[in-house]
């Protein structure tokens, strides 16, 4: 690519990256690291390349700072997954986030609106799905030994809904509890989540996917479970992802997405 700043890094050298290089680990299935100061390199079996299609797309469609992306491919005799990108220095906003003024905490909020605007407004296609029309990619979505059967694609925010009741009875293998209490979040997803259209959506908004830059740019990152998703879910899993409530993070959530409360609240009882 004509903008590499370096030649792409091996799949040995890849793999050698060790110690501070290594920037998260998951379990032994998903792995990042830095290769020198040009590369970040998110690789493992459960990485899936249409991650690097959404980070393609926003970058092209948007004025979002997102990673760019060099290359994306499988290793043949591992299957292991390969995306490598960009390495954006600096902090994440969690890291950050005691050491900030309320001026400072204000200017990225602001700063993340505008990027989410953004997101939000780009043209729907018309389904619920990954960007490359295959199922979404969001964990809740892909239960325990599941082969894709909840994922969809989906034409219509019901079938999505009827998947998300599915799984639970799935899971528990209709145990009468779990049966009838699917039988009450039916009736109650049915008659709150209604109507809502499908928005492009990162599906994972927490401070610790907001890195601010050493230039005080911002930059989101890990798209792994980007889509197209009804209106409400960036701002619902937002808040799933608060932790408990230990500081007033929600509140800044609610300035960066137009809150959705009743559907917040349905998504609390359902996970």
Known sequence: AEDLPAPLPTVAEIKSSHGPDVLDERSGVVKVVRVNQHFAV??????????????????????????KVYAMFTEVSTNLKFIVMEYISGKTLADRWEELDQDQKQAIATQLRR???????LPSPGYFGSIDGSGLGHPFFHPAGD???????????VELLQALVAIPRHERLKSNPVYERG????????AVFRGHKTVFTHGDLHRGN?????DGGVAVLDWAWAGWYPCFWEYCTAIWAC?????????????ILDPYHAEAAWFHIVY
């Open 42 to 67: 998110k690789y493992g079996w459960q990485v899936h390349l249409v991650e690097g299609d959404s980070m393609i797309f926003v970058a092209k469609s948007t004025k979002i700072r997102v990673p």
């Open 115 to 121: 990027y989410f605007d953004e997101l939000r407004s």
């Open 147 to 157: 082969d894709g059967t909840f994922s969809g694609p989906f034409e219509t925010e």
């Open 183 to 190: 039988n009450y979040v039916e009736s109650g997803l049915m």
């Open 210 to 214: 907001v890195i601010i830059q050493d």
């Open 243 to 255: 932790m408990g409530f230990r500081d007033n993070w929600h509140s800044w959530v609610a300035k």
